[in-house]
Antibody, heavy 121, light 110 residues
Framework: EVQLLESGGGLVQPGGSLRLSCATS????????MAWVRQAPGKGLEWVAG????????FYADSAKGRFTISRDTSKNTVFVQINSLRAEDTAVYYC??????????????WGRGTLVTVSS | QTVVTQEASFSVSPGGTVTVTCGLN?????????PSWYQQTPGQAPRTLIY???TRSSGVPDRFSGSIVGNKAALTITGAQADDECDYYC??????????FGGGTKLTVL
């Protein structure tokens, strides 16, 4: 069974930094791209960042460029997102997703339950 | 800037049929955008319904179907049930590794 478990969320002051983690199990981690998707309170879903299975290629939404860094650790089957210079508008539930991006596919296949990031003083 | 458009809300009677669409503010949606659809109940993680325009994800009932209608992607629910009442989101691949969610459609079944 595929499992994605996010952690690292919490209350952070504006201007601060946070690193979110997503521990995975149930599949061959190296074979799959991964992504982060966020959802501000009462708002829709927003794709934030993606990383290839090998970790060589990363992609970012315009809203994330410059402040977000996605990475992965093969030895821990874990994907991360580092968020710097946090702003109130970064307040959201952050979901980790296993992404299918090969063989003519392009979609989010599995989802974690999310971790809440609140940016406030 | 790319904007993916969806109806903000829709209402359908139990047993009825509803089609939610997913368009672009500039241009047409095609299979090259790999349209996918996700269902979300408030407070829960999204659930994958449809990918690659019209392929149902594992375990998704066949009353959910995807297609291209005109210049938009479409999600059709046939025989709507009470527990279909939730939010629906589409995603389009825009090239260069960029994916964009639509704003979401809130479906009411009454």
């Amino acid at each position: 069974e595929v499992q994605l478990l996010e952690s690292g969320g919490g209350l952070v002051q504006p201007g601060g930094s946070l690193r979110l983690s997503c521990a995975t199990s149930g599949f061959t981690f190296n074979n799959y791209a991964m992504a982060w998707v966020r959802q501000a309170p009462g708002k829709g879903l927003e794709w934030v960042a993606g990383i290839s299975g090998g970790g060589v290629t990363t992609f970012y939404a315009d809203s994330a460029k410059g402040r977000f860094t996605i990475s992965r650790d093969t030895s821990k089957n874990t994907v991360f997102v580092q968020i710097n210079s946090l702003r109130a508008e970064d307040t959201a539930v952050y979901y980790c997703a296993r992404f299918m991006a090969a063989g003519g596919n392009d979609y989010f296949h599995d989802w974690g339950r999310g971790t809440l990031v609140t940016v406030s003083s | 800037q790319t904007v993916v458009t969806q109806e903000a809300s829709f209402s359908v009677s139990p047993g009825g049929t509803v089609t939610v669409t997913c368009g672009l503010n500039s241009g047409s949606v095609s299979t090259n955008n790999y349209p996918s659809w996700y269902q979300q109940t408030p407070g829960q993680a999204p659930r994958t319904l449809i990918y690659n325009t019209d392929t149902r994800s594992s375990g998704v009932p066949d009353r959910f179907s995807g297609s291209i209608v005109g210049n938009k992607a479409a999600l059709t629910i046939t025989g709507a049930q009470a527990d279909d009442e939730c939010d629906y989101y589409c995603v389009l691949y825009m090239g260069s590794g960029i994916r964009v969610f639509g704003g979401g459609t809130k479906l009411t079944v009454l």
